[in-house]
């Protein structure tokens, strides 16, 4: 079975500029999360899907973050225009497993300069 | 403050030593997950504790949420460098809605 995939796996960019992310959650996974984790912390929710309707977003900063997941399938994470705090490492994970457990893709590296 | 502390926040292990780690909340916890970390990458699932009480072991590591489904500890008996990494605790905190709340992770470092 596939994992979950991210692409890129890296990326530097300067203020202002704009950033886009993708996920392709495992086959068949109906949930998929996308995570912010700032170094030395803990990965913290940013939009949770259920197929292509968004289930929560309460902690995404609407003005500058977007994300969507138009077929129910993969999804695309954009921020626009970034700032120096946006850097972090973002994980993609979708929820499957007989225990209920979020499998996690290898995360996307943002540097914000 | 943290919903979810963990402790220590890092921890450095001769090799062949055993180690815990802990995980503790304010609230009752509904479902409590343990993923690992290499530096820089994804998180991958270790185990799930639900039920008080609950003890899962998988090789040389176990995992066990007390009785009042408050706390979490995870084991590790016989430390080997692969255990070297970030160990994080999700937690389940309200009551249905599987949305993880993580703690601040532990870094485990084996020296030899």
């Known amino acids: 079975e596939a994992g979950v995939a991210q692409s890129p796996r890296y990326k530097i960019i300067e203020k202002r500029q704009s950033v886009a992310f993708w996920c392709n959650p495992i086959?068949?996974?109906?949930?998929l999360y996308w995570y912010q984790q700032i170094l030395g912390q803990g990965p913290k929710l940013l939009i949770q899907f259920q197929n292509n309707g968004v289930v929560d977003d309460s902690q995404l900063p609407k003005d500058r973050f977007s994300a969507e997941r138009l077929k129910g399938v993969d999804s695309t994470l954009k921020i626009q225009p970034a700032k120096l705090e946006d850097s972090a490492v973002y994980l993609c994970?979708?929820?499957?497993?007989?225990?209920?457990?979020?499998?996690f893709g290898p995360g996307t590296r943002l540097t914000v300069t | 403050s943290q919903e979810l502390e963990q402790s220590p926040q890092s921890l450095i292990v001769q090799e062949g030593k055993n180690l815990t780690i802990n995980c503790t909340s304010s609230?009752?916890?509904?479902?409590l997950y343990w993923y690992k970390q290499k530096y820089g990458e994804g998180l991958i699932f270790l185990m799930m504790l639900q039920k008080g009480g609950e003890e899962k072991s998988h090789e040389k590591i176990t995992a066990k949420l007390d009785e009042k489904k408050q706390q979490s500890s995870l084991h590790i008996t016989a430390s080997q460098p692969s255990h070297a990494g970030i160990y994080l605790c999700g937690a389940v905190i309200n009551f249905g809605n599987e949305k993880l709340t993580f703690g601040t992770g532990t870094r485990l470092t084996i020296i030899p």
């Open positions: 994970a979708s929820l499957g497993g007989s225990g209920g457990e979020q499998y």
């Open positions: 609230k009752t916890l509904y479902g």
């Open positions: 086959s068949g996974h109906a949930t």
